[in-house]
């Protein structure tokens, strides 16, 4: 198969999952994938600055409010802070706050990545998708920045 046939074979198969949910476009897409990698990926990144689903799920999540316990343990000093108890790290609201905290860096973080990928596969030119995805990252950047 030549490109200008392989080409023609990717929009074919474009056009045909247009209206399809996402899962089923990603099954359906394999064929795109081994024909023309870079016009997957591109599609990928499409799907993701333009669905407005997807792009309201890649919002940054903020840290969780600090409980009056965690405020009181960052204004002990280095030494007493090393002398607080295993009890203190198992109260619930002192182990869900850790929890939560973490979740929240490694979402902001993965999606930050996810995103910079995605920018990878959008050809320059694509102006529109390029200012959405480095407005996302902007975001990202601001709010990872301050953890």
Same mark, same amino acid.
């Given at each position: ?10 929009? @074919? =198969? $474009? ?6 949910? %996402? *899962? +089923? ?9 081994? !024909? ?16 407005? @689903? =997807? $792009? ?6 903020? %840290? *969780? +409010? ?9 204004? !002990? ?71």
């Amino acid at each position: 198969m030549n490109n200008v046939e392989r080409l023609k074979s990717v929009d @074919i =198969i $474009l056009k045909e999952i247009s209206f399809i949910s %996402l *899962p +089923e476009k990603m099954k359906l897409l394999l064929p795109v994938y081994l !024909l023309d990698k870079e016009r997957f990926y591109y599609e990928i990144a499409k799907w993701v600055t333009d669905d407005p @689903i =997807i $792009l309201s799920d890649l919002t940054p999540l903020n %840290l *969780p +409010e600090t409980p009056d316990e965690m405020k009181d343990y960052f204004e !002990l000093s280095d030494r007493e802070k090393r002398s607080v108890t295993n009890a203190f790290w198992q109260q619930p609201i002192v182990f869900e706050y850790i929890n939560k905290v973490q979740f929240v860096k490694n979402k902001n973080k993965t999606s930050l990545q996810w995103l910079q990928q995605c920018l990878t596969w959008v050809p320059k030119e694509d102006f529109s998708r390029v200012t959405i995805l480095k407005e996302k990252i902007k975001q990202y950047k601001e709010v990872i920045g301050g953890e």
